[in-house]
């Protein structure tokens, strides 16, 4: 089995070099980058298992490269671990507002650490397991890019439709275990969709997503019974792909 990849983005080097040590000790492949900018691009090279990261550091601080990181199609996925010496509340918070995962004070308690990895880690094979097919409806090609890059980034199976008709046809052909239907580009394609979709006995399994901004969802409502979610665009993905993770754990703790 390969081994687990971290990237450690610090500008101490003593102290890089020992925690490089202790993880390899602990039978982790270790990368490191001197600074935010070469920890960016280690992270869209290599594409390490875990990031930790240090605030302190020349040109880019901890909390812009997380940042980056986490609006990034390649790295956003991949689990950051701050390790610094500023222990101020505002500095967690905001490092968890960025995406951290963990939030660690140095000195560290190198067990902490460990125990730390191990969670991030167990977390996202966890995700692997719960994954599934998506289909996604959508008519603008623009907007369907990063969704359908974030899906397949998190091991979700995309199939994509243009229209409402073509994706009745596919769902009804191959149905998927989730639909996004997007509204914005036609509302009475859309609902026209929700009904021919909630016809089809072979799809009674298969949970639709509404996407649209929330003007058109004001008027879409939530009176629709096939309707399970709604999502408002912009998307946050973040909590898309959360909303996915638990509707799919639920039906499976129900089969």
Known sequence: MAKKRILVIDDEPDFVRLLQARLQIAGYEVLTAEDGIKGIQAARRDEPDIIILDIMMPGLDGHMVCDMLKKSTLTWSIPVIYMTARDSQADEILALEKGAKYYLTKPYNPEMLLEMIKSALMEGEEQEKRQGRVMIID???????????????SGYEVVYASTAGQGVSLAIESPPDVILLDFATSHA???AAVKALG??????????FILAPQS?????GSGTAQIENFIRKPVNYAQLLDTLQRVLRQKKDRA
């Open 199 to 208: 016809r089809e006995k072979s799809l009674v399994t298969t949970s639709l």
């Open 139 to 153: 008519q603008d090609l623009s907007q369907v890019g990063e969704l359908e890059a974030r899906l397949k980034h």
């Open 189 to 191: 394609d859309g609902h």
């Open 216 to 220: 058109v969802l004001d008027r879409v």
